[in-house]
């Protein structure tokens, strides 16, 4: 058994009963099982923002923890493969951690940590894009001061790595430009 597989049916199984989550079954055994999660307030710190600023930034933030719910095992697999002893896109992030980054759109304090791989990092922020939306992933990547397009082709000079985790993940699809 692969630590993928034991990671997400342990530790993906006991964040599903901490969070109150539902996890409907599916008939087809191609497709992954869907995850609803009661609706949360995700409360972002604003302090000195216009009311109709702080009040956009909160939808904002609401609307990406709804995404990061209904996508948790998908996100759940992509931290275990980022912390993964062979392949380490970061050390010493726990899965809260990298959730908030994700809800807030901002992986500054991740990206500029000394055991981070900013290269297999801003391609996370790419694959993580496809779960959220496009305005997150423009948010995110100026966050690390970087564009979508950077982010993209991040890990072009890593091919090994970016086979690894594509084979873990899953292969990107073909986008259209935005």
Same mark, same amino acid.
């Given at each position: 058994?692969?630590?993928?597989?034991?990671?997400?049916?342990?530790? =993906?199984?006991?964040?599903?009963?901490?969070?109150?989550?539902?996890?409907?079954?599916?008939?087809?055994?191609?497709?992954?099982? &869907?995850?609803? =999660?009661?609706?949360?307030?995700?409360?972002?710190?604003?302090?000195?923002?216009?009311?109709?600023?702080?009040?956009? &930034?909160?939808? &904002?933030?609401?609307?990406?923890?709804? @995404?990061?719910?209904?996508?948790?095992?998908? *996100?759940?697999?992509?931290?275990?493969?980022?912390?993964? &002893?062979?392949?380490?896109?970061?050390?010493?992030?726990?899965?809260?951690?990298?959730?908030?980054? *994700?809800?807030?759109?901002?992986?500054? @304090?991740?990206?500029?940590?000394?055991?981070?791989?900013?290269?297999?990092?801003?391609?996370?922020?790419?694959?993580?894009?496809?779960?959220?939306?496009?305005?997150?992933?423009?948010?995110? =990547?100026?966050? *690390?001061?970087?564009? @979508?397009?950077?982010?993209?082709?991040?890990?072009?000079?890593?091919?090994?790595?970016?086979?690894?985790?594509?084979?873990? *993940?899953?292969?990107?699809?073909?986008? @259209?430009?935005?």
């Amino acid at each position: 058994m692969e630590l993928m597989e034991f990671y997400n049916k342990e530790n =993906a199984s006991q964040h599903i009963l901490d969070n109150n989550i539902e996890v409907s079954p599916t008939t087809d055994p191609g497709q992954s099982q &869907a995850a609803t =999660a009661p609706q949360k307030k995700y409360n972002i710190d604003a302090v000195g923002l216009p009311n109709n600023i702080q009040g956009d &930034a909160q939808n &904002a933030v609401n609307g990406y923890g709804k @995404k990061v719910e209904e996508n948790i095992i998908k *996100i759940i697999e992509i931290h275990s493969c980022c912390i993964d &002893a062979k392949h380490y896109t970061f050390e010493n992030v726990t899965f809260n951690s990298f959730r908030d980054c *994700i809800i807030r759109a901002d992986f500054k @304090k991740l990206f500029n940590g000394n055991e981070t791989n900013k290269n297999q990092l801003k391609y996370i922020i790419y694959r993580l894009s496809d779960l959220i939306n496009q305005q997150w992933y423009q948010e995110t =990547a100026e966050s *690390i001061g970087a564009t @979508k397009q950077i982010c993209s082709k991040a890990v072009a000079k890593e091919a090994n790595w970016r086979k690894w985790i594509d084979g873990h *993940i899953g292969k990107v699809e073909k986008r @259209k430009r935005t």
